[in-house]
């Protein structure tokens, strides 16, 4: 009888993608051989975390079948290995799962394609399928304690990725980059979430891992899922008499206002990943460039609420490292989004900061002072460094008299930073003209980034 129960086990597995049982264009591990796939001579399955449990439960409206499940820890997982697969995964692919996660309360990881070490990847969050940080799909039908179909695809030559639950696209976008791609690590994550952010993994359990060399149609996701639900689909529990409502303390999250979106993030060493504390982080408007909040930095995070609906531009400078702005769009009320921020070592191979100036004028207006202002308290705790003023002008007009408005402009800045206790002999500078151009002069938006003085920085030679 327990070979009968095991062949029909394998026959409904096999049945989910109605091709032969041992083609080597897939492997599909159901766990009743431990981490090795149902087909001969594949990759074994590595442990990430806290080895998990093998659990035999009965499969749901069946009186006789049993499965293997995988029950894994909180920032644990599974691993597949793309090298020892033989580069199985590395052009087009697709990766099926049939699993269920314990919590679903914020970000939780499901695939990491660079080895913990970036937080970009697969998530679900708050039902929704979310690609960070680039795509979030519309809500999908995710609850904690269920299991669900999930399938990831990205396509090599058009770099499309397309994501589905329960046989329907939730998700499709093109990858800007190599993001949805294992790096050189060439291994594929499941679950364990990365070494930046932290506390974004759940507990959960494992029925079935499929992964294929090739994008399945969207045909074959919508049969393969129907021969889940018939098979595996778990009961779907009777609604209780709900309690009466418990009113609860008020905590964080319930004082959040609910017309604003929190927009949390982290500024971290691009080097080995660490937090940066006490960070300089500023939230602007896109469209104008406006101050909008800023803060610093404990531990590495930062938390602001923001209006929904609205483009922002995060910019993090911190002592040692090179300034870095990300963008972020808040599309929802009472949203949570992440925003990440990675710094690199100061290195003074670019402006540290930029001025920009009215048509035809020297003068300090707006952003400028306050952007000037930030950069003299930056020189102030950095007394090795230099402070070198470049000028320049867009290409309206008499180029003499170009080159004469970028001096000006130069001149105007050396005068506020001396007045605000800068050393003379720690500054110096020349105008260009219109002879370093920004960007084209071609159109008022170009013309206005050329009207500009760069302030870079030099260490002084003893």
Same mark, same amino acid.
Not at 78 to 95: D, M, P, R, Y
Not at 416 to 440: C, F, H, M, W
């Given at each position: 009888?327990?070979?009968?129960?095991?062949?029909?086990?394998?026959?409904?597995?096999?049945?989910?993608?109605?091709?032969? $049982?041992?083609?080597?264009?897939?492997?599909?591990?159901?766990?009743?051989?431990?981490?090795?796939?149902?087909?001969?001579?594949?990759?074994?399955?590595?442990?990430?975390?806290?080895?998990?449990?093998?659990?035999?439960?009965?499969?749901?409206?069946?009186?006789?079948?049993?499965?293997?499940?995988?029950?894994?820890?909180?920032?644990?997982?599974?691993?597949?290995?793309?090298?020892?697969?033989?580069?199985?995964?590395?052009?087009?692919?697709?990766?099926?799962?049939?699993?269920?996660?314990?919590?679903?309360?914020?970000?939780?990881?499901?695939?990491?394609?660079?080895?913990?070490?970036?937080?970009?990847?697969?998530?679900?969050?708050?039902?929704?399928?979310?690609?960070?940080?680039?795509?979030?799909?519309?809500?999908?039908?995710?609850?904690?304690?269920?299991?669900?179909?999930?399938?990831?695809?990205?396509?090599?030559?058009?770099?499309?990725?397309?994501?589905?639950? !329960?046989?329907?696209?939730?998700?499709?976008?093109?990858?800007?980059?190599?993001?949805?791609?294992?790096?050189?690590?060439?291994?594929?994550?499941?679950?364990?979430?990365?070494?930046?952010?932290?506390?974004? $993994?759940?507990?959960?359990?494992?029925?079935?891992?499929?992964?294929?060399?090739?994008?399945?149609?969207?045909?074959?996701?919508?049969?393969?899922?129907?021969?889940?639900?018939?098979?595996?689909?778990?009961?779907?529990?009777?609604?209780?008499?709900?309690?009466?409502?418990?009113?609860?303390?008020?905590?964080?999250?319930?004082?959040?206002?609910?017309?604003?979106?929190?927009?949390?993030?982290?500024?971290?060493?691009?080097?080995?990943?660490?937090?940066?504390?006490?960070?300089?982080?500023?939230?602007?408007?896109?469209?104008?460039?406006?101050?909008?909040?800023?803060?610093?930095?404990?531990?590495?995070?930062?938390?602001?609420?923001?209006?929904?609906?609205?483009?922002?531009?995060?910019?993090?400078?911190?002592?040692?490292?090179?300034?870095?702005?990300?963008?972020?769009?808040?599309?929802?009320?009472?949203?949570?989004?992440?925003?990440?921020?990675?710094?690199?070592?100061?290195?003074?191979?670019?402006?540290?900061?930029?001025?920009?100036?009215?048509?035809?004028?020297?003068?300090?207006?707006?952003? $400028?002072?306050?952007?000037?202002?930030?950069?003299?308290?930056?020189?102030?705790?950095?007394? $090795?460094?230099?402070?070198?003023?470049?000028?320049?002008?867009?290409?309206?007009?008499?180029?003499?008299?170009?080159?004469?408005?970028?001096?000006?402009?130069?001149?105007?800045?050396?005068?506020?930073?001396?007045?605000?206790?800068?050393?003379?002999?720690?500054?110096?500078? !020349?105008?260009?003209?219109?002879?370093?151009?920004?960007?084209?002069?071609?159109?008022?938006?170009?013309?206005?980034?050329?009207?500009?003085?760069?302030?870079?920085?030099?260490?002084?030679?003893?």
């Amino acid at each position: 009888m327990r070979i009968q129960k095991n062949v029909l086990f394998l026959a409904i597995l096999l049945s989910l993608a109605n091709i032969p $049982a041992f083609s080597q264009n897939q492997w599909t591990y159901d766990f009743n051989n431990g981490l090795n796939p149902i087909e001969t001579g594949g990759p074994a399955l590595k442990v990430l975390g806290q080895p998990g449990q093998y659990i035999k439960e009965k499969i749901p409206g069946s009186d006789y079948l049993n499965r293997t499940i995988y029950q894994f820890e909180s920032n644990s997982g599974l691993q597949f290995n793309n090298l020892e697969a033989k580069g199985f995964l590395s052009k087009s692919f697709t990766v099926e799962i049939y699993f269920k996660m314990n919590e679903l309360d914020s970000w939780k990881r499901v695939l990491d394609f660079k080895n913990r070490k970036s937080d970009y990847g697969s998530y679900i969050y708050d039902g929704k399928l979310n690609f960070y940080d680039y795509a979030i799909g519309e809500k999908a039908p995710v609850r904690a304690n269920q299991y669900v179909h999930y399938v990831y695809s990205r396509d090599f030559e058009t770099k499309v990725i397309k994501m589905y639950i !329960n046989g329907q696209s939730k998700l499709e976008f093109k990858d800007p980059g190599t993001e949805g791609m294992l790096d050189n690590d060439q291994v594929l994550n499941l679950f364990q979430d990365d070494l930046v952010a932290g506390h974004e $993994a759940s507990a959960g359990s494992i029925a079935l891992i499929r992964v294929y060399d090739r994008v399945m149609t969207p045909v074959f996701v919508r049969r393969s899922y129907q021969t889940i639900s018939k098979n595996f689909k778990e009961p779907v529990a009777k609604k209780e008499k709900e309690d009466p409502p418990v009113e609860e303390p008020a905590t964080e999250e319930l004082k959040r206002n609910k017309n604003l979106a929190l927009v949390t993030g982290k500024v971290y060493d691009g080097r080995d990943l660490a937090p940066v504390n006490d960070a300089e982080v500023m939230v602007r408007k896109s469209d104008n460039d406006s101050l909008v909040a800023q803060t610093k930095t404990v531990q590495g995070v930062y938390n602001f609420e923001l209006t929904p609906y609205e483009s922002y531009k995060i910019s993090a400078r911190a002592d040692g490292f090179q300034s870095r702005s990300i963008s972020v769009k808040t599309t929802n009320r009472y949203e949570e989004v992440k925003s990440l921020i990675s710094l690199s070592p100061e290195t003074y191979s670019s402006p540290l900061t930029t001025l920009y100036f009215n048509q035809s004028t020297e003068e300090l207006e707006g952003k $400028a002072v306050t952007d000037l202002d930030s950069m003299i308290t930056y020189f102030q705790k950095h007394p $090795a460094l230099k402070i070198v003023l470049k000028g320049h002008t867009d290409n309206t007009g008499n180029f003499e008299k170009n080159l004469e408005l970028s001096n000006r402009r130069v001149e105007t800045v050396k005068t506020y930073l001396l007045t605000k206790g800068i050393p003379a002999d720690r500054i110096e500078g !020349n105008g260009y003209g219109s002879a370093q151009p920004n960007r084209v002069n071609r159109s008022e938006t170009g013309k206005r980034s050329n009207r500009r003085v760069d302030i870079w920085a030099e260490p002084i030679k003893r």
